[in-house]
C-alpha cells in the first residue's frame, strides 16, 4: 500500500497550491513574523530567513518523502504571490486518515483563500487519495479558524481541555506561552456534499500546530 502523497499541485479558479520554491522564502519570512501566526502557531520566535529556507526547502519535503504528511505552498494563481499554507500531517496510512492545518498571509486575509484552498485538498483528499477522515484542532479563542472549520462542512466533535499551548503578548513586547483547549473538527467524504465553491469572506490561520511538527 502507498504510504506516501504523490508530488503533485493541485489549482483552483484563484490559487495553486504546490510544493515551496526558493523564491517563496523571503514572503515565508514576512508571514511568519504576523503577530497572529506567532500567538496561534508554533512557529519559531523570532522567525528568521534562515528558518524559512529551512522550513521551505527542507523540513516541508521532508514531511513527504518520509510519508507524515505533505505541505503545500498556497500562491495567487495568476501572480504567483504567496498566500499560505496548507499542511496535512500525522498522516494514519493504515486508517487513511490526516489532520490539517493552514496559515494565510495578513495581506490575503479575508478573500476566502483558506476555505478554498483547504476544501481543495479536502476533495483532493477524498477523490483521488481515498482517505476516510480529515481531521482539524483549532484552538478555543480562534474563532477565524473555527468560521473556515464550519465553511467546509468539519463537524466539531468536542474538546480536548488543555491540551494545546497558544502564546500572548507581554507588556514588554515580548511573547509567553499560555494553555488552551483545542476544539476537534473532522470532516469525511460525505460532509462535502452541498458545500458551495468558491468560498469567500472568513480567513486566518487554523489548525493546531504547523511548523514545529516538520523536524
Not at 522567525?47 to 498556497?74: H, K, M
Not at 468560521?147 to 466539531?156: D, H, L, P, Y
Request: some cysteine.
Amino acid at each position: 500500500m502507498t504510504s506516501t502523497f504523490p508530488d503533485i499541485s493541485i489549482s483552483t479558479e484563484r490559487l495553486v497550491l504546490r510544493p515551496f520554491e526558493e523564491a517563496d522564502v523571503p514572503a515565508l519570512a514576512d508571514m511568519m513574523t504576523d503577530e497572529f501566526v506567532v500567538a496561534w502557531t508554533r512557529a519559531p520566535y523570532p522567525y528568521t530567513q534562515r528558518d524559512a529556507r529551512d522550513q521551505a526547502l527542507r523540513l516541508a519535503p521532508a514531511e513527504r518523502t518520509t510519508g507524515r504528511g505533505i505541505v503545500f505552498a498556497v500562491a495567487e494563481f495568476l501572480t504567483q504571490r504567496l498566500v499560505g499554507i496548507v499542511h496535512l500531517r500525522n498522516t494514519d496510512w493504515r486508517i487513511l486518515g490526516t489532520e490539517v492545518s493552514y496559515i494565510t498571509a495578513p495581506w490575503a486575509r479575508g478573500e476566502g483563500y483558506a476555505s478554498e484552498s483547504v476544501l481543495a485538498v479536502a476533495r483532493w483528499l477524498f477523490q483521488d487519495q481515498k482517505f476516510e477522515r480529515l481531521e482539524l484542532r483549532t484552538a478555543a479563542d480562534n474563532t477565524a479558524a473555527q468560521q473556515v472549520a464550519q465553511k467546509i462542512g468539519c463537524i466539531s466533535e468536542g474538546v480536548l481541555r488543555n491540551a494545546g499551548i497558544a502564546r500572548t503578548q507581554t507588556e514588554d513586547g515580548g511573547w509567553t506561552d499560555l494553555r488552551t483547549d483545542l476544539i476537534v473538527w473532522s470532516l469525511l467524504a460525505e460532509d462535502l456534499d452541498g458545500v458551495p465553491e468558491p468560498l469567500a469572506g472568513t480567513d486566518g490561520f487554523g489548525g493546531y500546530a504547523t511548523y514545529s511538527d516538520w523536524g
